[in-house]
């Protein structure tokens, strides 16, 4: 019974920070959300300049400008440090960076506005229903770590909750009210945040098992080519030699004969059988024969052309097609390799010979029967004494 993916994403966070237990995929997670977080925190940045600026021009016209000079110069501050952190992000763009000037923002943020609820403690509960507002930015509006975000809004509802009990004198059933409104606020906020983070990391989550997913879907396919092509070459090639076999000769050549009827092409066959087979299997055995037939298709392969098709078409007797080629040419080619092959000493001392069979093709002749002329040159060669080349 497969595992439930809610389950399995529980198993991977401490449910307490909101982090994941792995430090790494913690790091990587960050990373992958960078880009999100850095266009929110470049956007919030403006809004909390342009929010900054409201509330001078709030004050002054509240308290006028020499009563509020304090807070105007304390505000004016702020901004220019906002928006001097603004396009100082722009042009770092570095997660770890980032995080760091996002921390050290939460924390002069979390200063200046405690300082600020002592400036303004004269306004009342005027400002006691905007602290609400910049608890919300804590948890919603800095894209910061889940623990972080709760300890900033606790730690600001403490700050005004301790101004007021100092500098007004309320009942206590007001004072437990305004409190309770700040203990409420956060428990929202943290449960509401807790999911978000919980949502994130699960969509990060699934993107990574998407990849892995992808990753062994990708070997899998990669793995099936291979068997595929080794299939493919098992079934087109002769085990032994590594060549094609009969029949995937036969189509090739199907192809070719067809392609040079069309064009009018010039189309030639070699036949050759090597000599004296069974006499090398029953002096040497049948691995010394094994390696020859190797050897020959090696020696072969080298000596004809990159177009020539070349195979093995039954026991010791192997084909050459040569598209394009008259049989002029073929039988240079055959004689070519009826002099490699009795020079070669690597297998047999004294080399080895083999009849070589060659025949073109003639207007409406059909391919069997192009490869019967050059079975009949072959056994031509074989009867006029063997190791020779003959044409039909």
Known sequence: ???????????????????????????????????????????????AAFFN?????????????????????????????IVVSYFFISRIKNPATTDLIIKSLSFMYFIGISILLYFIRDRGFVDGSVLIVIILIYYF???????????????????????IHYFYNLHIVTYAMIASSFLISNLICTLYLH??????????????????????????????????????????????TGILNRRS??????REFARSARYKKPFSMILFDLDHFKKVNDTYGHARGDELLKSLARITEKNIRESDYFSRFGGEEFIVLMPETKKKNAQQAAEKLRGVFEK?????????TASFGVAESKSNQTLNELIRSADKAMYLAKQNGRNRVETV
């Open 195 to 240: 999911n978000v983070h919980y949502q994130k990391r699960k969509e990060y989550f699934d993107y990574i098992n998407e990849l892995q997913y992808q990753v062994l879907l990708e070997g899998e396919i990669r793995k099936k080519k291979v068997v595929e092509g080794k299939l493919r070459k098992l079934a087109e090639t002769d085990s032994l």
């Open 141 to 163: 509006f800095i894209p910061q770590k889940f623990l972080l975000s709760v300890v900033m809004g606790i730690g600001t509802s403490i700050s005004f909750l301790i101004i």
């Open 53 to 81: 600026i409201l509330y001078i021009i709030f004050d002054i016209d509240l308290r006028g400008f020499k009563d509020s000079i304090h807070l105007i110069l304390m505000r004016a501050s702020l901004s220019i440090l």
């Open 249 to 254: 000769f036969i189509q090739a050549a199907e």
């Open 344 to 352: 070669s000493q690597d297998i047999l001392p004294g080399g080895f």
């Open 1 to 47: 019974m497969s595992e439930n993916p809610k389950n399995r994403i529980r198993a991977q966070l401490d449910s307490f920070s909101m982090t994941f237990l792995d430090g790494e995929m913690e790091k990587n997670y960050w990373e992958w959300n960078f880009p999100e977080r850095f266009w929110l925190l470049r956007r919030n940045l403006l809004l």
